[in-house]
């Protein structure tokens, strides 16, 4: 039985000044459809360069990614990509910036008005339609990350790839973005990989939390599933002891069983 | 005890009696443009008091060298004698419509031409032949430079071909490059009746060919230069290649590419000066080569005049190249200088 998405014995090698650097080995992992999939570990352990593969972005030296019955060769809006710094378009508006994707995705599939619809739609499900009109210089980072969000569910991808989307945002914007993406969630039961490095926000978002060994060679350790009953609420969870459990867990994979490189040099 | 108080009834009457700038609304910008101004003007007078006293210090076998007042006389005369070469244009098309009339009224079926005025040309004409080559020759070299730079700056192979050849033809003074092509336009420029003069058509060539470059490589800097997250957005959309350049890449490459653009209008216009003079090709260059070469007492005042002209106009393009790119750009809030 094939699952919805199919990471299967992936390695990457990147040719650096300093000759060949393998940057992944032995990568796999199973994703059903609608699951929500945390990547987590240290900074340079490769989970980017996971998210990239799976994107499309990077070509895997070895292994491949199979999505829907299909290889996963080079980038498309079935795949679409969260950035960390957002990564909208200065000189359009919200609303435009929206509008770029749709219109590659829809051409000839929907009439001005439906995009337009679509687009509002969209805008309106990460609370966002009062900006429309705004450039990304004029609203505050958490939004430009809701219409970052907005920009690749338009597109309506068969998985959405997040790369560390909250890792700029201070505590409470991060706190209310994350309920932003819960709700989504459960509301188009999209599949989603997301990186991360925030253990709380693992905890509280994913089904399962993918862990990664350190680099070089990094490879996944340990896959944590998180079995807490949806809708999660972070208040009630807070001291709740499956939720402190799967925590402690993550924690101790991190820092006792694969402690950050630079640790010990310091 | 009492004087106190009266003094300090005094200040306060003062006090209250004190224009004060910032009590007016918009004061404080007004001050400081009042200030920025006084002092633009502070420089340009010790400029002037400078000039006057070495000028009357420095005797050349043409004269004494020209101060500011030799100048604004000069400025005048200069426009005194575009007014009355205007006059004369009037009158001689005025009398040959009359002789027309005349003629016609006489046969009805007489050759009536009308011949073209042949005066000298003024310094006024002689700006607006400058103006118009430089038009050209930096549209010609727009037309060619901004789409090669985009290639360059998208294909690094297609840099690296091209990367040498432009870094040889960089340096090459517009004098170098004139005799070649005012052979080559005599020998390929050829028409029963040309749209444009031959010698327009080589200072406006050899414009080109010196404008090229500045746009060339910041255009192709530009371009490379695109945001990376920008370019991964772009192929996660998979834009096509066209949408890719005009929605991605040139909005963000507009700010070089208007700084190569006004590099290079400003070497166009060096460019041409020099370019007129040495082909005597019609302009402000073969202005100042026939006044050297008349040697008059008033040459080098007409001269310095050109010199004026020339700046001035150098600094009018290029605020226009910044008015151009202010309305083309997305960015409306940075500080362009």
């Given amino acids: 039985m094939q699952s919805y998405l199919e990471i299967s014995k992936v390695g990457i090698e990147f040719n650096t000044e300093s000759g060949n650097f393998r940057a992944l ?61 957002h990564a909208l378009l200065p000189w359009l508006t919200v609303y ?54 907005a920009r690749c569910l338009a597109m309506q991808p068969k998985v959405l790839l997040m790369d560390e989307p909250f890792g700029a945002l201070d505590a409470l914007t991060r706190a209310h973005l994350q309920d932003s993406v819960m709700e989504i969630h459960a509301r188009l039961g999209t599949t989603v990989v997301m990186i ?25 350790g340990e896959i944590l599933p998180v079995t807490l009953p949806r809708p ?27 402690k950050f490189p630079g640790a010990k040099a310091a | ?41 502070a420089g340009i007078l010790v400029f002037l008091l400078l000039w006057q006293a070495t000028a009357n210090n420095i005797n ?19 426009t005194d004698e575009y007014g009355r070469e205007q006059e004369r244009r009037t009158d001689f098309y005025a009398r040959q419509e009359v002789r027309n009339v005349q003629l016609l009224a006489q046969d009805p079926n007489a050759d009536v031409r009308v011949r073209p005025y042949t005066g000298r040309p003024t310094f006024i004409d002689q700006i607006q032949t400058s103006l118009m080559t430089v038009a050209f020759g930096f549209f010609i070299a727009m037309l060619i430079a901004i789409p090669l730079g985009i290639l360059c700056g998208l294909s690094e192979s297609l840099y690296n071909a091209v990367n040498p050849i432009i870094q040889l033809f960089k340096p090459v003074s517009p004098l170098a490059w004139l005799p070649l092509v005012t052979m080559v336009v005599s020998a390929l420029y050829v028409s029963e009746s040309p749209m444009f003069e031959k010698s327009f058509i080589t200072s406006a060539i050899t414009v080109a060919l010196c404008c090229l470059w500045p746009t060339v490589i910041n255009t192709t800097v530009g371009v490379a230069s695109v945001d990376k997250d920008l370019i991964n957005v772009s192929r996660v959309i998979c834009l096509p290649t066209h949408m890719h350049i005009r929605k991605i890449v040139l909005p963000s490459a507009i700010p070089l590419i208007f700084t190569g653009m006004r590099l290079s209008l400003a070497t166009g216009w060096m460019v041409l000066i020099a370019a007129e003079m040495l082909a005597q090709n019609p302009g402000l ?34 605020k226009l190249m910044l008015t151009l790119q202010r309305r083309v750009s997305w960015d409306k809030q940075t500080v362009l200088r």
């Fill in chain 1, 232 to 258: 999660r609420d972070r208040l009630a969870l807070a001291e709740d002891s499956d939720f402190v459990h799967a925590r402690q867990q993550v924690l101790q994979f991190l820092y006792d069983k694969h």
């Fill in chain 2, 285 to 318: 260059g073969k202005f100042i080569w026939d006044e050297f070469q008349n040697g008059s007492s008033d040459s080098l005042g007409r001269i310095m005049v050109a010199v004026l002209v020339i700046g001035f106009i150098g600094l009018i393009l290029d």
């Fill in chain 2, 1 to 41: 005890m009492h004087s106190i108080i009266s003094r300090y009834a005094f200040i306060k009457r003062e006090q209250a009696w004190r224009f004060e700038w910032s009590d007016i609304p918009g004061g404080m910008a007004i001050a400081k443009a009042l200030r920025a101004w006084s002092l633009a003007a």
């Fill in chain 1, 196 to 220: 991360t490095h925030d253990v709380d926000e693992a905890v509280l978002l994913s089904d399962r939390i993918v862990m990664m060994s350190n680099g070089p060679a990094a490879t996944i």
């Fill in chain 2, 60 to 78: 050349t076998s043409l004269g004494q060298f020209p101060g500011p007042v030799q100048v604004w006389t000069q400025i005048q005369n200069l």
């Fill in chain 1, 96 to 149: 435009e910036n929206v509008e770029l994707g749709v219109k590659q995705v829809f051409k000839g599939l929907k009439s001005k008005t439906e995009m337009a619809d679509w687009i509002h739609h969209n805008l309106d499900l990460v609370h966002i339609t009062h900006a429309m009109h705004k450039r990304p210089h004029e609203i505050s980072g958490g939004m430009k990350q809701r219409v970052g969000i």
């Fill in chain 1, 25 to 85: 080995q032995n990568v796999n992992l199973k994703v059903e459809k609608g699951e929500f999939i945390s990547l987590i570990g240290h900074s340079g352990c490769g989970k980017s360069t996971v998210l990239n593969i799976l994107a499309g972005l990077y070509q895997a030296t070895e292994g491949g990614v199979i999505l829907d019955g299909k290889e996963v060769n080079a980038p498309s809006p079935d795949r679409a990509v969260v950035f960390q710094n």
